[in-house]
């Protein structure tokens, strides 16, 4: 009985080493800027430049939790009027990869190694959401001709609310290791809904959006080699 317990536990522990060996579970760093397109109700969209950074780390090969903070501009026009909102985001996201659903072994160092690019790219397309917060700092002007159409102007123009992130995307890896790839592009759309309709000063009946497209690049720290 003893030699079974001996046995099951160093197989347990070998098993353990084993799986550990295939996969590093790293945290990656990421930098990159792109556009913001506003979805609000003074409409007539006007592009801006916005930066983030991404703090993330892999649950599996495939799947992640992570921090996004986020800096820009939104601004739009319409009806004779105008806004400007220079913000500030931040949230908590996950994100899952084609690859989670597709037949990649067991072994992930061994995967990795003799995959194609195209097969590294396609399993890299993810999908994800989150939650977080945005601080506005809003700037408008509101035509006398607009105003009686508008139901509510924002008394705070400053202040934070609750806001909803979507994301679609993909990770171009390179920089090939045992354990996966040390850098990557990333190419990301994110949809951010708000939820209490303010991201212009302006409240109708229906909430604000945005959206960002980004390009980056991706650093995978605590990666061995």
């Known amino acids: 009985m003893k030699k079974t317990i001996f046995s ?5 522990v070998c098993g353990l080493k084993s799986a550990q ?14 556009t ?3 979805l609000t109700d003074l409409a007539n969209v006007e592009a801006n430049f916005a930066g983030h950074i991404d703090v993330d780390g892999l649950i599996t090969p495939y799947t ?4 996004h903070a986020e800096k820009g501009r939104l601004s739009g ?6 806004f ?3 913000y500030l985001a931040f949230n908590l996201n996950a994100k899952v990869r084609v690859g989670q659903f597709m037949d990649t072994g067991d072994n992930h160092s061994y995967h990795n190694l003799k995959a194609s690019m195209f097969t590294k790219i396609v399993s890299n397309i993810y999908v994800g959401a989150g939650a977080g917060m945005m601080k506005n700092s809003i700037t408008n002007s509101i035509s006398p001709i607009y105003a009686p159409s508008v139901e509510e102007f924002a008394d705070d123009l400053d202040g934070f609310h ?3 992130p979507i994301n679609v995307g993909v990770d171009i890896p390179f920089g090939r290791t045992l354990y ?5 592009i990333n190419v990301n759309y994110q949809h951010t809904i708000t939820t209490n309709d303010n991201l212009d000063g302006v409240i109708n009946s229906k909430n604000d959006h945005y959206g960002y497209v980004s390009l980056g690049v991706k650093y995978a720290l605590f990666n061995r080699n």
């Open 180 to 184: 996966g790839p040390q850098w990557a």
């Open 77 to 82: 026009n319409g009806y004779d009027s105008d």
């Open 36 to 38: 913001t397109i506003n």
């Open 21 to 34: 060996a295939q996969f590093s579970r790293p945290v990656s760093v990421g930098v990159g800027a792109g």
């Open 84 to 86: 400007k909102n220079d």
């Open 8 to 12: 099951l536990l160093l197989f347990a």
């Open 64 to 67: 992640s939790v992570g921090i």
């Open 162 to 164: 609750f806001v909803v």
